[in-house]
């Protein structure tokens, strides 16, 4: 991913861009919003520049809503290679991650990279298991951390002028236990990671279950990156 300089006067993309209150609320990885928000950039061949726009849900998830506007505005040839990166609010439910596969099937063409702030509903195990079909499909599916907060901030925000570096510092350590998560997901194994909001004064609570083929099976610098987790120390 290439940063430019953010929007200036004569920014063509600042029409496309989503406003710093909105990059606020739909990304950080402590709330529990429930509408969802795509920013993504596709780009065709080598050398070419990204082309970049954002989406939100209607009556149809985003991920559906772009699927729809692409496949009806673009022409995908079978000999040029098309990159799209998404930055989601939310993980893709099971459903829109059967959609996204199917359109994967019918354009050999795209390779599809996934940047998500949270898990959607990660207790069901139909979008464990449809997150787990995007994986073994091919698509590479992480947890936003800073670079990417910092990335979509630069170019997918209508950043105040002179507040370019000015992204909203969101604590690391959700970013770290959704990162978590998403591996037991991908591994197969069951969530470790609980989840609970706190009406009355609007806190989200996350909470750590950790059984031992979590111990046996995660590389331990992921539990330990949470700080929240010391690993016994073998002395030889």
Not at 12 to 37: G, M, N, Q
Not at 70 to 80: D, G, K, L, N, W
Not at 134 to 144: A, S
Not at 211 to 217: A, K, R, S
């Amino acid at each position: 991913m290439a940063s430019d300089g953010g929007p200036s006067a004569g920014d063509a993309t600042s029409r496309r861009r989503i406003e710093p209150w909105e990059f606020e609320v739909f990304f950080d990885p402590r709330e529990l919003r429930k509408e969802a928000c795509l920013l993504y950039e596709l780009q065709w061949g080598r050398g070419r520049d990204p082309w970049r726009h954002t989406g939100k849900n209607t009556t149809k998830h985003v991920e559906r809503n772009f699927l729809a506007k692409i496949t009806s505005e673009r022409h995908f040839h079978p000999s040029v290679r098309c990159s799209i990166i998404w930055f989601l609010s939310w993980s893709p439910c099971w459903e829109c991650s059967e959609a996204i596969r199917e359109f994967l099937d019918q354009h050999p063409s795209v390779t599809l990279v996934i940047y998500v702030a949270r898990l959607f509903q990660h207790m069901d195990p139909q979008n464990r298991q449809g997150l787990r079909d995007l994986v073994n499909r091919g698509v590479m599916i992480r947890i936003m951390g800073a670079p990417e907060y910092d990335y979509c901030w630069r170019n997918f925000v209508n950043y105040p002028p002179g507040k370019e570096a000015h992204w909203p510092r969101f604590p690391p350590v959700w970013m770290q236990l959704y990162a978590l998560e998403l591996h037991c997901i991908i591994l197969n194994l069951p969530p470790c990671l609980k989840i609970s909001r706190r009406c009355q004064n609007q806190v989200t609570l996350f909470r750590l279950i950790l059984q031992n083929c979590h111990y046996q099976m995660i590389p331990p610098h992921l539990l330990l990156a949470t700080g929240l987790i010391q690993l016994p120390v073998i002395l030889r």
